[in-house]
């Protein structure tokens, strides 16, 4: 017979041991999701962030159940949980992926109490007993936690439908999907009240900031607004909230026109100073809806990939060549080392020669042009390029064209693909 007291003494033994490698272990599971529920991490730095903090809590709180012999019945979904299960319900996230994300967890938790049992405990019969209750608790957690977060998505998703923005944002992610035959133009056209067989620009609206102002979708919709009076658009915008920060914009524009990075500057001037935009190139039909849309996501991740460092403005026209470069960062971070060698360098010197260099090159080769545009002596650009060739590995030569990517990789996303100094 197997001391009740024992057991629990080697419970609470466990759970400490592993509650000082919380951290740890909700960088395992945050990366287990990556791998295998990828659609819970490749979104925007914010939701990472959340998921993360929601691992970390529920964790702590599993743990806590175990050292202090608290009933899983009493305890509630920590707060990072219910805020995460609110803003999967917003994005229209399967509520299965919610609950496969916390089988998951359970099981990787489990795998590694088990460890720490098999570490610590030597006696078959108190190692049997031990695992009995960590299942039973674990599944009793679990059970109660999840049940809770499904009532939360559930309401959450059902306030959020009831929303006509929201309605619209249904309709507008089918129009966006590559599944399916042709959408009914005009049937869509009635739920979303937006003309799709004109020329689109799509535009992506969201605020930066940790902490921002309640009502912050009307800022972001009044952005969109400004910046389609400006550029003298036809019709009527849509906006579509993505969630309660950010939000996917198509602006309906007579043949010919574009709207430039100068013009939406000039609305964000006039705006909160945590807002940002990226900008499609335009797009004809139901197909340009769905283009120009794509290349402002490109510049939205490269936005987020390049952090405090980016302009509050990407256009694709601009950044389009960089932008196709960040869906592997670490991969793009090899190519600019390998490319720009020394130069690479995470540091203040090598900063100051590779925009010099990339005036240089970007100006034709020209020291007075480069002089002009940097406000410098000509004799001053001479050095700085004289002194950024020399830690090219390579020269230019043949090799002009990547250095001048290279540069425009680092000066778009700083320190996202430089080398530590």
Sequence with gaps: MVDEEVVWERIRQIAATLAGRAGELTGELVQLYATDL?????????????????????????????RHGIDPATVEPPAAAVEYARRLAQRGT?????????DLGQAAMLDFGFQECTRLVDDAALLGEIMRKLLRVAYEFITRVVRQLVGVYQDERDRWLLNRSAARAAKVL??????????????????????????HVGMIVWHAAEAFAEDVLSVLESVAGAVFERVGGQGRPLFVPRDEAGAWVWLPLPPGVVVRREDVDA???ETDS????????????VGGFRDTHQQAKRAHALALAAGEH?????????????????SDLNAARLWVASTLGPL???EENCARLRETLRVF????????????????????VQYRVRKAQELLPHGLGEGRLDVELALNLCRRLGAAVLSPA
């Design 38 to 66: 990828p659609q819970l991490v490749n979104d925007d730095e914010r939701m990472v962030s959340l998921l993360s903090s929601s691992v970390y809590q529920n964790i702590e709180t599993a743990l806590q159940i175990f």
């Design 94 to 102: 399967p509520v299965f992926d919610l609950i496969l994300a916390y």
């Design 174 to 199: 089918e129009l966006l999907g590559e599944n399916g035959g042709p959408p009914d133009v005009d049937a869509a056209e009635a739920v979303i009240g937006y003309r799709l067989r004109g020329t």
């Design 267 to 269: 609305v964000l001037a």
């Design 274 to 285: 945590g807002v940002r935009v990226t900008v499609g190139e335009p797009g004809t039909g």
């Design 310 to 326: 980016c302009d509050r403005v990407l256009t694709f026209r601009e950044v389009g060549t960089v932008a196709l470069m960040t």
């Design 344 to 346: 690479a360098a995470d």
């Design 361 to 380: 090159l970007a100006s034709g080769g020209s020291y007075t042009a480069s002089a002009a545009e940097l406000t410098m002596h000509k004799n001053s």
